[in-house]
T-cell receptor, first 113, second 112 residues
Framework: DSGVTQTPKHLITATGQRVTLRCSPRSGDLSVYWYQQSLDQGLQFLIQYYNGEERAKGNILERFSAQQFPDLHSELNLSSLELGDSALYFC????????????FGPGTRLTVT | QKEVEQDPGPLSVPEGAIVSLNCTYSNSAFQYFMWYRQYSRKGPELLMYTYSSGNKEDGRFTAQVDKSSKYISLFIRDSQPSDSATYLCAMRATSGTYKYIFGTGTRLKVLA
């Protein structure tokens, strides 16, 4: 158990809908990262927050947004969902800004029908 | 061309074999190199990391980085069925970005 929690575990929704994925980092970790993992694209970095501020952006679509709250938990919002958004979404956390080690949560499996 | 290329496998080996997993990359700015292991339906977990070139050993695992060839490897000695998983390489530049680039992963199956 990495100490990172993600909810929900599974999510099934229809195209065009909006969902929110939640992540609680390990105690003491200030950085949160979001990743999307699909069969054909592998693990894609979406966005990083450090102590409430956005620090790095990857291949995140404009329909997706994220934030990190004062208690350091983070939410990833996915809107106008498309079939291609079906994937595993992982959250990871780390103590610092640019570490080697990121601790990954168990993931949220999103299925868009 | 992807920034990081990794053979997806699957790779099947008998128990006790030496396994070699590899990634190639195109961005010469990458300085931090990591290997993650991911079991089915779980999040990735960090196995090893190296900075710049050279070798690093940890138990049955050895990581190698050859920056001149833009090639990194992970060797697993005396492989066990419990090593069966997907292995992901990851890398990052030193400065200018905190963006981590992952390979697509190699599926490894160690047969008892």
């Amino acid at each position: 158990d990495s100490g990172v929690t993600q909810t929900p575990k599974h999510l099934i929704t229809a195209t065009g809908q909006r969902v929110t994925l939640r992540c609680s980092p390990r105690s003491g970790d200030l950085s949160v990262y979001w990743y999307q993992q699909s069969l054909d694209q592998g693990l894609q970095f979406l966005i990083q927050y450090y102590n409430g501020e956005e620090r790095a952006k990857g291949n995140i679509l404009e329909r997706f947004s994220a934030q990190q709250f004062p208690d350091l938990h983070s939410e990833l919002n996915l809107s106008s969902l498309e079939l291609g958004d079906s994937a595993l979404y992982f959250c990871a956390s780390s103590e610092g800004l640019t570490p080697y080690e990121q601790y990954f949560g168990p993931g949220t499996r999103l299925t868009v029908t | 061309q992807k920034e990081v290329e990794q053979d997806p496998g699957p790779l099947s080996v008998p128990e006790g074999a030496i396994v070699s997993l590899n990634c190639t990359y195109s961005n010469s700015a990458f300085q931090y190199f990591m290997w993650y292991r991911q079991y089915s339906r779980k999040g990735p977990e960090l196995l090893m990391y190296t900075y710049s070139s050279g070798n690093k050993e940890d138990g049955r695992f050895t990581a190698q980085v050859d920056k001149s060839s833009k090639y990194i490897s992970l060797f697993i000695r005396d492989s066990q069925p419990s090593d069966s998983a997907t292995y992901l390489c990851a890398m990052r530049a030193t400065s200018g970005t905190y963006k981590y680039i992952f390979g697509t992963g190699t599926r490894l199956k160690v047969l008892a």
